[in-house]
Nanobody, 118 residues
Framework: QVQVVESGGGLVQPGGSLRLSCVVSGVIFSRYTMGWYRQAPGKQRELVAGITSAGTIDYGASVKGRFTISRDNGKKTVWLQMNSLNPEDTADYYC????????????WGQGTQVTVSS
């Protein structure tokens, strides 16, 4: 059974930082592309950051220079360090594990809420 479990969300003031964690079990973690997505109320889910099994990283335009994604295959964990947070970063953040192209294995966590407010 595959489990994707996020943690680390919460309430933070503008300009503050949070670190999200995502632990995956039930898969060969090192083979998976890991991603963080977010969805704000009334908006579509968007990619925040992704890291491939080879370590290639991509960021959404709105978070470049502020957020950092990293992974530890031994710990089966991916993190999202979020700095210089602003109210527009308020959303539910989801961790995604994806493998394959023709046949896709795609797993999502339950989400963790991030609220940026004074």
């Amino acid at each position: 059974q595959v489990q994707v479990v996020e943690s680390g969300g919460g309430l933070v003031q503008p300009g503050g930082s949070l670190r999200l964690s995502c632990v995956v079990s039930g898969v060969i973690f090192s083979r998976y592309t890991m991603g963080w997505y977010r969805q704000a109320p009334g908006k579509q889910r968007e990619l925040v950051a992704g890291i491939t099994s080879a370590g290639t990283i991509d960021y959404g335009a709105s978070v470049k220079g502020r957020f950092t994604i990293s992974r530890d295959n031994g710990k089966k964990t991916v993190w999202l360090q979020m700095n210089s947070l602003n109210p527009e970063d308020t959303a539910d953040y989801y961790c995604n594990a994806r493998l394959g192209t023709a046949v896709v294995y795609d797993y999502w966590g339950q989400g963790t809420q991030v609220t940026v407010s004074s």
